[in-house]
């Protein structure tokens, strides 16, 4: 059985800082492209950023450029999003994604988690 896993969303004051999580499991992480796609209130989904299978390359949105960081521990079956320097506009229900194919479009995803909740508010 497959799941994506996601924690460690929350509150926090703008310019904080919170580390997401999402655990696989269920199918052979390592040969996976990961996503971090968010979806504020109103809003459609972002993707927000990637990573390849071995961890060698990354992508982010110009929005979380520079304030966000990707990363993935195989061994672990995890992906990571570090997000510093959080502002209102990142408050969104952030999901972790999987395929096992480069996707250029925003769709089509093999494996979604569940979401987890940011919100940036003082």
């Known amino acids: 059985q497959v799941q994506l896993v996601e924690s460690g969303g929350g509150l926090v004051q703008p310019g904080g800082s919170l580390r997401l999580s999402c655990a696989a499991s269920g199918f052979t992480f390592s040969r996976y492209w990961m996503y971090w796609v968010r979806q504020a209130p109103g809003k459609g989904l972002e993707r927000v950023s990637h990573i390849n299978p071995g961890g060698g390359s990354t992508y982010y949105a110009d929005s979380v450029k520079g304030r966000f960081t990707i990363s993935r521990d195989n061994a672990k079956n995890t992906v990571y999003l570090q997000m510093n320097s959080l502002k209102p506009e990142d408050t969104a229900v952030y999901y972790c994604?999987?395929?096992?194919?480069?996707?250029?479009?925003?769709?089509?995803?093999?494996?979604w988690g569940q979401g987890t909740q940011v919100t940036v508010s003082s």
């Open positions: 994604a999987a395929d096992r194919t480069f996707l250029t479009r925003n769709a089509g995803y093999d494996y």
